[in-house]
Every structure is written in C-alpha cells, then in structure tokens.
C-alpha cells in the first residue's frame, strides 16, 4: 500500500460515521484526554514498575485469572518467551508443542528458536486446534504444550470446553507445562460458557494483552503461580522489559478492564445478530461459520483490489466504514478479517445487508 493511499484510508476512517468492523479511531489528543479524565491521577507513577499503577495492574489481572500474581510485560512477545524457559528449565525438555498457524510461529520471527533455542513440534497442521490423541501421538518428550486462545490465523477458532479440557490434561499426564497464549482470553468466556478464572486454570501460565480487545495503549501481562513471576521478573529485567515508567500503559488497561471487558459478552452476543446477514450476502462465506467470539474471517467472489477499492469508495463518499484490508486468498476471491466491536452495536442486520450489497456493487464494477 502507498503512502498516499494509507493516508487516505486513515482520513477516511477518522470521518466515517458508522463503523461496521473494528474500534473507532483515537487521535493522541483523544487518547491523553481519556487518560486525564481517569480517576486516581493524584499519585505518584510507577518506579521500573514495581509499584504505582502497575503493581495495581498487575494484582488486578491475578484477581481475575485467578493466579497467585501477574507480571506485566511490554510486550506480548517478551512474555511469552519468558513462559516458554520456564517451561524448558523446569522440565528439562527444550521441545515446545503448538500449531504451525500460532502467532508464536507466524508473528513473532521465531524468536523461542532464535532466543531461548527451543524447538517446536507440530501435533497438527490442520486449520484447527489439536486433539489429545494427536499429541500423545508425537513420539518424543516436550516441556511446554501452547495454546493459542483463540487461534487467530486460520479465523479466531476455539476448541470446545472438553476439547480443551482433554487436550490439557493430556499434556500434564507426559509431565509438560500448559501455556495459553490468551491475548484475546478476555473474550473466550462467552464460548467456554465459564468465568476467566476457570478457563486460566487449565493452564500453568497464561498470556493476556492489554491492547487486544481491551483498547488499551500496550502492554501484557504473564500470569500464574509465584515461582512462574518471580522468575519472570528476573528475564524482563534481563531482556530489557522493565521500563523507568509505564504508568500510561497501565492506567489504560486498568481502564480498560474497568469499562471494555464487561462489555465483550453484549459484542459475541450482537455477533450472533448480524453474522448471518454477512453470511447472506451474494458468495460470501463465514468461517467458522458460527462465530464463537466477535471476531472471525469473511470471504467474497471479488478480488482483493477491487473490495480494498469499492470500501474506499464507502468510507470516503459515503461515510461508512464496513470490511476492510481484503487480502487475495484465491483467485477471484479474498478475504478479510471481522471485528463486531462497540461501533457495530449500533448495526442492524437489516443495515449490514444493506450496506453488503452496496459494497458489492461498488466492487462489481470495478
């Protein structure tokens, strides 16, 4: 994408009134006006994160997944690194299991091979997650099974709750750690039909982000018994991790726990209103099928070009934001990845139709 045209769309999506899929863009001045308006600002900041409104954080993510602490993390990728040597020098195997379509392998440049030297090893390549049987199926010892909840990639899937029961318990029986790499747990509880402490507990260890789903700035946290974080701290300060001050981060994700998490359940919910209106539409198809959260993959007959244009057109002529970022997966077919986020909230199935056959038009004649 050029400049000039990655300049359009961010002009575009600022003006647009209605927004079908993703958040509402904040500006700076939207996001330092947010963060003035906290209460609690009378304080002093965080010192390398050890106190302030990280430790808050920090106390409150434990709280809620039901852990003995949480450490946070500026970054995702930085946790789980520290999660996955846990789980090599506890066990003294350096062989992680997970699926080849885990942001751990597509997302993150391999950095567990590249840092720690740990190798992984693939129960599945299937676009979905993997059994029980398949991974007493692997032939050799692992130290750490990671499970990517949901699994993005191949379309944000979940497992259902015995799956995953099964699954886990299959990894203890060998003498492994269960890692979940839950940078959208917060919006699994609606699926799983359980609280988010019942769900971390299947795991030794668990990932969450702060800025997926939850709206925040940045930032992670790593979850789970004391000798987990206290090792954790150590490798963060190690890596570099442990920052002079990270109190904005943290007062944005407190706030995001205080006021976008109780609302992920309304956003599945308003998922299983308006997800068959986008099936509906002239070749189009969901996967899954049924969503289990607010996020999920749409496919149309269209070319990428031609979709990524005709939303332009939406988004700049007519103020409407409906899919965007359409990738080719195929020829004559392309995909796009669906968020049903607060702005969708205000989407009938009757308007998502609408604005659907608008949208293939537009491409149509393209």
Not at 160 to 186: I, K, N, P, Q
Request: charged letters at 20%.
């Amino acid at each position: 994408m050029t400049d000039d045209l990655q300049q359009r769309r961010r002009a575009a999506r600022h003006a647009c009134e209605r927004l079908l899929s993703g958040p509402r863009p904040l500006t700076i001045r939207d996001r330092l006006t947010n963060l003035a308006a906290l209460d609690g600002l009378d304080t002093d900041p965080d010192h390398y994160g050890g106190d302030g409104p990280v430790r808050q954080l920090e106390e409150r993510t434990a709280a809620l997944l039901g852990t003995e602490d949480a450490v946070f993390f500026p970054t995702g990728t930085m946790a789980q690194q520290v999660a996955l040597r846990f789980g090599a020098e506890t066990t003294g195997r350096r062989a992680v299991a997970l699926h080849p379509l885990s942001h751990l392998e597509r997302h993150e440049r391999h950095a567990y091979t590249q840092l720690t030297g740990l190798r992984g090893l693939w129960p599945t390549s299937a676009e979905r997650h993997p059994t029980a049987a398949e991974l007493a199926e692997l032939g050799e010892p692992f130290g750490t099974l990671t499970v990517e909840l949901p699994l993005r990639d191949p379309g944000y899937l979940l497992p259902t709750w015995e799956e995953l029961s099964e699954l886990t318990a299959a990894a203890r029986a060998t003498g492994a750690r269960v890692h979940f790499d839950g940078a959208r747990l917060w919006n699994t509880t609606t699926h799983f039909g359980r609280p988010l402490h019942e769900i971390a507990a299947l795991a030794d260890s668990v990932y969450v982000s702060f800025y997926k789903d939850l709206g925040g700035l940045s930032g992670a946290a790593l979850a789970g018994d004391a000798a987990l974080t206290a090792y954790a701290r150590t490798w963060r300060h190690r890596y570099g991790g442990t920052l002079y001050q990270q109190w904005p981060a943290a007062l944005a994700a407190l706030d995001g726990l205080d006021t976008v998490l109780p609302k992920l359940p309304g956003y599945a919910r308003h998922t299983a209103d308006l997800a068959p209106a986008l099936a509906a539409l002239p070749g189009a198809r969901l996967h899954p099928a049924v969503p289990p959260t607010h996020e999920f993959q749409l496919w149309l007959p269209h070319s990428a070009e031609a979709l990524n244009a005709a939303h332009l057109h939406l988004a700049e002529q007519e103020r409407t934001w409906f899919v965007s970022h359409w990738q080719d997966a195929a020829p004559g077919l392309a995909m796009a990845e669906v968020s049903l986020t607060e702005p969708a909230l205000e989407w009938t199935a009757q308007d998502v139709t609408e604005t659907g056959l608008r949208f293939l038009d537009l491409a149509a004649a393209r």
